[in-house]
């Protein structure tokens, strides 16, 4: 899964979306659930991260339904069931903040049947439920992301709303206000 390097300029454009829509938009003053949402931004900027789920023929897994099929089918616990569980949270949460108008448009596919928000929630939780020693600092930013889906969906509409304006503020050969 690609990560960016913390001082990526787009990590960083991300960092400050997140935190002004949070901070300043919404009142939410939770850094951890900030860096975690800003992280996600940077995750899924590449398509392979977003759809990087496989069936078990090895075929990339685009849709929600899918992803929940697989993850119910993986052995109980375990660091794969787990990430699974968290990767559909994310990707629940990803097009319900960031593209719910895309959600609208996906007609004649399993999910159309799905209740994103609803699967994000419960997939956050479910990945929260791993405690051991690797998943114990990340379990209570996922508890919170199943408890509070509906607010990160609506800071990540924030975000998308700020960097539209960022877009249409920034001449286009110049580098923008935020990257350096």
Not at 35 to 52: E, G, K, N, P, W
Not at 126 to 150: G, H, K, M, N
């Given at each position: 899964?690609?990560?960016p390097?913390a001082?990526?300029?787009?990590?960083?454009?991300?960092?400050g979306?997140?935190?002004?829509?949070?901070?300043?938009?919404?009142?939410?003053?939770?850094?951890?659930?900030?860096?975690?949402?800003?992280?996600?931004l940077?995750?899924?900027?590449?398509s392979?991260?977003?759809?990087?789920?496989?069936?078990t023929?090895?075929?990339?897994?685009?849709?929600?339904?899918?992803?929940?099929?697989?993850?119910?089918?993986?052995?109980?616990?375990?660091r794969?069931?787990?990430?699974?569980?968290?990767h559909i949270?994310?990707?629940?949460l990803?097009?319900?903040?960031?593209?719910?108008?895309?959600?609208?448009?996906?007609?004649?596919?399993?999910d159309?049947?799905?209740?994103?928000?609803?699967?994000?929630?419960?997939?956050?939780?479910?990945?929260?439920?791993?405690?051991?020693?690797?998943?114990r600092?990340?379990?209570?930013?996922?508890?919170?992301?199943?408890?509070?889906?509906?607010?990160?969906?609506?800071?990540?509409?924030?975000?998308?709303r700020?960097?539209?304006?960022?877009?249409?503020d920034t001449?286009?050969?110049?580098?923008?206000?935020?990257?350096?």
């Amino acid at each position: 899964m690609w990560e960016p390097p913390a001082d990526h300029p787009l990590k960083r454009m991300f960092a400050g979306l997140a935190e002004h829509a949070f901070f300043s938009r919404l009142g939410v003053a939770d850094p951890p659930l900030i860096d975690y949402l800003s992280s996600l931004l940077s995750r899924f900027v590449h398509s392979d991260t977003i759809f990087r789920l496989r069936d078990t023929q090895g075929g990339m897994l685009t849709e929600l339904a899918g992803m929940m099929h697989e993850a119910q089918d993986l052995p109980a616990g375990g660091r794969t069931q787990r990430e699974y569980y968290r990767h559909i949270g994310d990707f629940a949460l990803f097009w319900t903040g960031l593209f719910p108008e895309s959600l609208q448009r996906q007609r004649r596919t399993r999910d159309d049947l799905v209740n994103y928000t609803f699967q994000g929630k419960r997939s956050y939780w479910l990945a929260s439920t791993f405690d051991d020693e690797p998943y114990r600092e990340e379990q209570p930013v996922l508890r919170r992301l199943s408890e509070q889906f509906e607010l990160c969906a609506v800071g990540l509409r924030e975000v998308r709303r700020e960097w539209e304006e960022f877009a249409t503020d920034t001449p286009p050969g110049t580098s923008g206000r935020f990257i350096r």
